[in-house]
């Protein structure tokens, strides 16, 4: 059975603004899950106004790695359904956060800082170089991605250190941005990657498409990380004077 991958968007740009439903008629959500049944994960989708948000204790028993796209509704997010996406995450399940998102609450949660940046939409360049060539992400990509028209993100990226920093990017207006960035949470693997304003063509570039696809591989759960944490007491190895176990109380 192949790695199950759920992609999540708000879904609100693409239906109130004209120029991201040019761009994403369907959806963001479902251009990139099109984009990663076609290199051979299982995909479904989840949006915002799907009752919990499509994101139910059983679509997430069946989620290897969850893709999140977020940008004008985070605070609307159920903070039930946080805490169950942050505690999936803890226990193994891979978790891709894609431009806007990096303000989610599920990233803030799991990351502990704000996520906050510097932003500008001018249409500018943008060059995604690969800074960690030897990152499974990185895997067929040439030394840097380019993107005609970009929003820019600048830092400071108020995040924790990375582990790994996969692309970092250059923009036309002389910023630069940590932007592929990947952390472990518990048992978790977390990937941030900056590109895809919602009236931008970005996820329909195939070396975007890549990127996002090695990112899946890269963050899906082995077997023997797909387990909830537990709290228990437990017996000591080695006998210790006065104490008596559990077992022997009983």
Same mark, same amino acid.
Request: with cysteine; glycine share 8%; hydrophobic share 35%.
């Given at each position: 059975?192949?790695?199950?991958?759920?992609?999540?968007? %708000?879904?609100?740009? %693409? !239906?109130?603004?004209?120029?991201?439903?040019?761009?994403?008629?369907?959806?963001?959500?479902?251009?990139?899950?099109?984009?990663?049944?076609?290199? #051979?994960?299982?995909?479904?989708?989840?949006?915002?106004?799907?009752?919990?948000?499509?994101?139910?204790?059983?679509?997430?028993?069946? =989620?290897?790695?969850?893709?999140?796209?977020?940008?004008?509704?985070?605070?609307?997010?159920?903070?039930?359904? $946080?805490?169950?996406?942050?505690? !999936?995450?803890?226990? #193994?399940?891979?978790?891709?956060?894609?431009?806007?998102?990096?303000?989610?609450? $599920?990233? !803030?949660?799991?990351?502990?800082?704000?996520?906050?940046?510097?932003?500008?939409?001018?249409?500018?360049?943008?060059?995604?170089?690969?800074?960690?060539?030897?990152?499974?992400?990185?895997?067929?990509?040439?030394?840097?991605?380019?993107?005609?028209?970009?929003?820019?993100? #600048?830092?400071?990226?108020? $995040?924790?250190?990375?582990?790994?920093?996969?692309? =970092?990017?250059?923009?036309? #207006?002389?910023?630069?941005?940590?932007?592929?960035?990947?952390?472990?949470?518990?048992?978790?693997?977390?990937?941030?990657?900056?590109?895809?304003?919602?009236?931008?063509?970005?996820?329909?570039?195939?070396?975007?498409?890549?990127?996002?696809?090695?990112?899946?591989?890269?963050?899906?759960?082995?077997?023997?990380?797909?387990?909830?944490? =537990?709290?228990?007491?437990?017996?000591?190895?080695?006998?210790?004077?006065?104490?008596?176990?559990?077992?022997?109380? %009983?």
């Amino acid at each position: 059975m192949g790695t199950t991958v759920t992609v999540w968007n %708000e879904f609100v740009h %693409e !239906r109130e603004d004209d120029d991201a439903t040019a761009v994403y008629p369907d959806g963001i959500h479902r251009t990139i899950a099109d984009a990663l049944d076609e290199r #051979g994960f299982d995909t479904r989708t989840a949006t915002l106004d799907e009752p919990e948000h499509g994101l139910t204790e059983d679509v997430l028993d069946e =989620t290897d790695v969850l893709v999140w796209w977020g940008h004008t509704a985070h605070e609307t997010v159920d903070d039930s359904v $946080v805490e169950r996406v942050a505690d !999936r995450v803890l226990g #193994g399940m891979g978790l891709l956060v894609l431009h806007s998102a990096s303000l989610s609450k $599920v990233f !803030r949660s799991l990351l502990g800082t704000t996520g906050t940046l510097r932003w500008r939409e001018a249409d500018e360049r943008e060059r995604l170089w690969v800074t960690d060539p030897g990152h499974e992400i990185a895997a067929g990509v040439e030394d840097f991605i380019e993107l005609a028209e970009a929003e820019m993100y #600048g830092e400071p990226f108020d $995040v924790p250190t990375p582990d790994s920093v996969v692309f =970092t990017s250059w923009f036309e #207006g002389g910023e630069v941005f940590r932007s592929g960035c990947c952390w472990r949470r518990g048992k978790g693997r977390v990937f941030f990657f900056r590109p895809g304003h919602e009236t931008h063509p970005i996820y329909h570039d195939p070396t975007i498409q890549r990127v996002l696809a090695n990112a899946a591989e890269w963050a899906t759960p082995a077997v023997e990380d797909r387990s909830t944490p =537990t709290l228990r007491n437990v017996d000591p190895c080695e006998r210790i004077e006065g104490y008596s176990s559990s077992s022997e109380s %009983e």
